[in-house]
């Protein structure tokens, strides 16, 4: 059983290979920004990867990025490197098993008590739901000249997170992702009133959320051209 485990494992790895190999080679670099909750400071808080191709890998290393933060938007370096990952995976072979196989030619860096390599007792709660997109936005960046021909244009660049909820007679919390558009491809549009990238949910049925809470909803629907133009559109938001 260990011996196909580990046959897995390789054919995975030598995919991902075989699709890195014609890739050009080189080290492009890219810079992206959060905004900040502190009124004392910058109020942007800058992402930068160096994405370097080379030999059979890549190697993403996060110098430069600023240091982690009093709010709730640091990374532990587990989500930097599932979205380093990510984009590997949409550039290269997608079909490829997913198992560690497939990720033995990606190499991630990123200094510890950065945004994106954050150290205890730093809040982590939005890492995972903001910065996570942002992460995959400044790969993709880095990675728009060399790769022209299939980096997508950046989507919302958010998990678009909302909470409603009420004290009183009758108690309640509502937790909701909504949809946005996908960046458009040099090849066809982004496609509208969808989660993209880092995010793994779909949204509440409004006939659900209305029979469980006292919620009512007057208009679901999508923001027409808010994708903006160009030869090939972005997906419109809702």
């Given at each position: 059983?260990?011996?196909?485990?580990?046959?897995l494992l390789?054919?995975?790895e030598?995919?991902v290979?075989?699709?890195?190999?014609?890739?050009?080679?080189?080290?492009?670099t890219?810079?992206?920004?959060?905004?900040?909750?502190?009124?004392?400071?910058?109020?942007?808080?800058?992402?930068r990867?160096?994405?370097?191709?080379?030999?059979?890998?890549?190697?993403?290393?996060?110098?430069?990025t600023d240091?982690?933060?009093?709010?709730?938007v640091?990374?532990?370096?587990?989500?930097?490197?599932?979205?380093?990952y990510?984009?590997?995976?949409?550039?290269?072979d997608?079909?490829?098993?997913?198992?560690?196989?497939a990720?033995?030619?990606?190499?991630?860096?990123?200094?510890?008590g950065s945004?994106?390599?954050?150290?205890s007792p730093?809040?982590?709660?939005?890492?995972?739901v903001e910065?996570?997109?942002?992460?995959?936005?400044v790969?993709?960046?880095a990675?728009?000249?060399?790769?022209?021909?299939r980096?997508?244009a950046q989507?919302?660049?958010?998990?678009n997170?909302?909470?409603?909820?009420?004290?009183g007679r009758?108690?309640?919390?509502?937790?909701?992702?909504?949809?946005?558009?996908?960046?458009?491809?040099?090849?066809?549009?982004?496609?509208?009133?969808?989660?993209t990238h880092m995010?793994?949910t779909?949204?509440?049925?409004?006939e659900?959320?209305?029979?469980a809470?006292?919620?009512?909803i007057?208009?679901?629907r999508?923001?027409?051209?808010s994708?903006?133009?160009?030869?090939h559109?972005?997906?419109?938001?809702?």
């Open positions: 059983l260990r011996a196909h485990g580990d046959a390789d054919y995975a030598r995919r290979r075989a699709a890195i190999q014609p890739l050009p080679r080189g080290t492009w890219a810079d992206e920004f959060l905004e900040s909750a502190r009124s004392d400071r910058d109020s942007r808080i800058r992402i990867a160096e994405v370097s191709i080379g030999g059979s890998g890549f190697t993403i290393d996060f110098g430069g240091r982690q933060v009093d709010g709730n640091n990374a532990p370096l587990a989500v930097t490197v599932s979205a380093s990510y984009v590997v995976r949409c550039l290269t997608p079909d490829a098993p997913r198992n560690a196989g990720y033995r030619p990606v190499r991630v860096l990123a200094e510890e945004l994106v390599r954050a150290r730093a809040a982590v709660a939005a890492g995972n910065t996570s997109q942002r992460i995959v936005d790969i993709f960046r990675l728009a000249e060399p790769l022209a021909d980096v997508p989507s919302q660049g958010t998990m997170n909302l909470t409603i909820g009420a004290a009758r108690p309640f919390s509502y937790y909701e992702t909504i949809a946005g558009g996908e960046g458009a491809l040099p090849f066809r549009d982004g496609m509208s009133g969808v989660h995010t793994n779909r949204n509440t049925p409004v659900a959320l209305e029979l809470y006292p919620l009512r007057e208009e679901y999508l923001i027409p051209a994708g903006g133009g160009g030869l559109a972005g997906g419109d938001g809702v």
